[in-house]
């Protein structure tokens, strides 16, 4: 079985750009989690869906940040513009449901210049 | 707010050696607790899920452990193997399951 897929692995833009992750979590998983990761630091949590709605967004930087999940299936983040405090490691997850297993893509590292 | 501190921050030990990475929290409420391992440049693989009402869970070499009044879980690793090598993160569930906080990670480094 695929676990979760994330695209691009790796991505470097300029400052001010615009730039948008994908995840397609594992088939059958409701939940899916968007997490950012600081070097030395645990992931932190940015958005959970359960299925095509965003049931907690608290976190998630909305003026340069957003996201969707249409269908419940795929979702994609984007950040625009892009600062130089974004640079990063994205994370995707996905659950069967809240408070289940969670796995992990294996991210998107960004580098903003 | 939940807080997740994991000690040491960083391992090295030789080869075969048993060892125990700790993790405490300090808001027993918790739903359940998920350790993780971090391979450098990688995403996370999940390595154990404990559910709260649980005391300990095994899987293969490794042996994990909750106490909830505290606040306090362990992650055992028999006979450690070079490939073992990586960082481990502890999380916990709280909100019912909703919310996930996780521990800044031990780095572990086994020695040949």
């Known amino acids: 079985e695929a676990g979760v897929v994330q695209s691009p692995r790796y991505k470097i833009i300029e400052k001010k750009q615009p730039v948008a992750f994908w995840c397609n979590p594992i088939s059958g998983h409701n939940t899916l989690y968007w997490y950012l990761q600081n070097l030395g630091q645990g992931p932190e949590l940015l958005i959970r869906?359960?299925?095509?709605?965003?049931?907690?967004d608290s976190q998630l930087p909305k003026d340069r940040f957003s996201a969707e999940r249409l269908k419940g299936v795929d979702s994609t983040l984007k950040i625009q513009p892009a600062e130089l405090g974004d640079s990063a490691v994205y994370l995707c997850?996905?659950?069967?449901?809240?408070?289940?297993?969670?796995?992990f893509g294996p991210g998107t590292r960004l580098t903003v210049t | 707010k939940q807080e997740v501190t994991q000690i040491p921050a960083a391992l090295s030990v030789p080869e075969g050696e048993n060892l125990v990475l700790n993790c405490s929290f300090t808001d027993s409420a918790i739903y359940n607790l998920q350790w993780f391992r971090q391979d450098p440049g990688k995403g996370l693989t999940s390595l154990l899920l404990i559910q709260s009402s649980q005391r300990e869970q095994t899987s293969g070499r490794l042996n994990a452990s909750l106490d909830k009044s505290s606040g306090r879980s362990t992650l055992y690793i028999a006979a450690s193997q070079p490939g073992d090598s990586a960082t481990y993160l502890c999380a916990v569930f709280t909100g019912g399951g909703n919310k996930l906080t996780f521990g800044t990670g031990t780095q572990l480094k086994v020695e040949l």
């Open positions: 997850a996905s659950s069967q449901g809240q408070g289940d297993e969670q796995y």
């Open positions: 869906y359960e299925n095509e709605e965003a049931v907690d």
